[in-house]
Every structure is written in C-alpha cells, then in structure tokens.
C-alpha cells in the first residue's frame, strides 16, 4: 500500500468512528411531485431541500431550459473571454442589476466559485478583513488562499464587529444575509454604516436570502446596503450558478484578474435563460408571501408540540438536538417515517450543536407540516 493511500484510509476510518463520515445518497425527484423523493424505492417527504420557491420543478423553468437550449445550444463552448460570453449572459446580468440596483455583473457557475473566486482576487497578504464567525467555508476558503489577515467577531455582535474594524481598519467587512445553519439574519444596516464609516466596503453572501428577502424595508439586500452582493441560483431561483454583483469598475476588476472566471468555461448560456426567466419570477412577491405563510404555520404548529426551533424567521428552521448519536437516531426514525429532513453535524456546526435543519418551500402543505411535526415531536421524546 501506497504512503498516500495508507493516509486517506487513516482518515476515512477515523472519520467513521466518530460518526462524521459523509456519504453520497442516491435520490429521486420526479417532475410533477411536489417535496417527493424517492430513496431505495421508498417515497419521502421532502424537508431538506433550498428550493424554498418551489422554481426548480415548475413549468416556467422547465419551458425555459428548452427554450434556451433551442436558442443557444447546451454549452457555453469556452470561457468567457473566448467566446463563452452571449447575449444570455448579458441579459442575466442586466436583469440582476435591475433587481439590485447594482452598475454591474459577473456570473459563475457556482455560489462556491463565486465567493471563493472574489476573496482571493479582490485581497491580499497585505489585506485585513473582518468577517462574521459564521460565513460559509466558500469565503473562508478564498481568505485563506488569499493570505489576506481575517479577523472574525461573534456572529452578528455589531459591536464585536466594531472594536476589531476600529482596531484593524480592514478593507473589506464580510457577512452573509441569511445564516445557512442557523436560519437568521445578519444586521446588514448596521455592518453598512460600520463599513462606510471606516473606508471599506461591505460584502453580503446573499445565497439563501435573495428571492426569500421582502424587497424594500430593513432586512432586504440591494446597492443601497452593500458594496458587493453575492447571488446564487441554486436556491429561491431553482436553476444552477451564480452572480457577483458591484460597482463597474470592481467587476471589471474581477473580469481582468480572477482566475475562476477567466480559466473556467462559461456558464451554459440555456442554463443563463433559465436563471433569467427565474429572476423575472422573484419580482412580484406573490411567491415570498406564500412562503412567509408556510414559515408562519410550521412555527406554530413546532410551538404547538413544544418543539424548541431557533427562532428563525426565515425557510431554514434549525432543531439543536446537540449530541451526534442522538441526532443519528431521530434522524433514522424520521427517515423510516418517510421524512427527509437534514442532519448537520460537526464541523458544518460547532460541537455540541448537532441539529436538524429543516428548510420550508412554497409547496409545502399544511397537512405535511402537521405531520412533520407529529413525528419531530415523536422521535425527540423516545
């Protein structure tokens, strides 16, 4: 046996006795059936999913991705500072601005590529950022190959986030909008002014709150709030990529010097109109209502078995079980109840708060999240 090979199984091994190790699982969504997987031939009830408007099995879409294959075929070709660049592109990223308010765009294949691809670009070893405790590995990964210095505060202390921007005079603050594990959501007015106020610009990871965020009022990310906002399609939009958005001059910035996106093919343009006919979706609100009611009627009927959720106001609804092998169980029994729900462990979350993380969408019924919470209530109590 190999030095490397010995290492990985080393690894492997220690990672399954400690109950950490991840594994693959092979599911089925059919079109037509609304929060339904089927895994090993039994049907599921599906509570783990970020498609929180219900887009990535919907007509509009699935018309959409035929349209734009008709139109531009199924690949980009090349990069896109080959001929990966189309008209589909550009007219994602002019329909983004129009959302957000912001002068430009870049689009990425991924949130993950996206995020990581801005840090290490944008920064430096001669760069000091300060970041919440809890932004997504994406970023935190791009800051660690940047070499930039990232001073964290606790998760949305603003006055953590202050005494270390005071002390520190970064260049750039760091936050997401909505908290992936934990549902809540960062003081973005707050972190704008404490950015502003100091020289620096503030950059939102608005993966899981644009098209879930209400549009106007205090919890909503736009131009007005960020200097740099970044959007992902693989949640409230359904569809695949991503986009950074910011002034003209800091995406033409990114177009000249990140290596991502000028050695990475080209999103697909079809997958570009699918994201576009999505966005025009997000506009009207009438979906972020619906959801807002189905968010509302889990709380309470959770509250109603005195099931302790973390507060959330948003589709990700955390329960700490905190110990692995419990959750490994309630998780089992919710499975063979045919739910599907996710169970986060460490070191997605921090020791001791293993938890389910139960996401809502807008087909959700108040049927199935009565009986969600039935068995919750069950497999917490055995």
Known sequence: MTRLQQKIDDRMQRAEQSGL?????????????????????????????????????????????????????????????????????????????????????????????????????????????????????????????????????????????????????????????????????????????????????LIVDDAHGFGVLPQGGHNRVDASCCDIQIVTFGKALGCQGAAILGSNAGIDFLVAHARDYIYSTALSPASAHVALKAVSLTQDGERRGKLAQVIEAFKLAAKARGLELLGSQTPIQPLVVGDIDKLAKVDRELKAAGFWVGAIRPPTVPQGSARLRITLNVKHTQAELEALADQLQRALQD
């Open 21 to 201: 190790l991840r594994r693959r699982q092979k599911l089925l969504q059919s079109v037509g059936c609304a929060n339904r997987l089927v895994h090993q031939g039994s049907i599921k009830h599906n509570f783990a999913s970020n498609d929180y408007l219900g887009l990535s099995q919907s007509p509009e879409l699935i018309e959409a991705l035929g349209e734009g294959a008709r139109l531009y075929g199924v690949g980009s070709g090349a990069s896109p500072l080959v001929t990966g660049y189309s008209d589909a592109h550009a007219e994602l990223e002019q329909a983004l601005c129009e959302a957000t308010g912001h002068e430009a765009a870049l689009l990425f294949s991924s949130g993950f590529s996206a995020n990581s691809a801005l840090m290490k670009t944008l920064l430096d070893k001669e760069s000091v950022v300060v970041a919440d405790k809890l932004i997504h590995a994406s970023l935190i990964d791009g800051l660690l190959e940047s070499g930039a210095q990232l001073k964290r505060f606790a998760h949305n202390d603003v006055g953590a986030a202050k005494r270390l921007v005071d002390k520190h005079q970064p260049l750039a603050l760091v936050t997401e909008s909505v908290f992936s594990m934990d549902g809540d959501l960062a003081p973005i007015d707050e972190l704008y002014g404490l950015a502003k106020g100091n020289g620096a610009w």
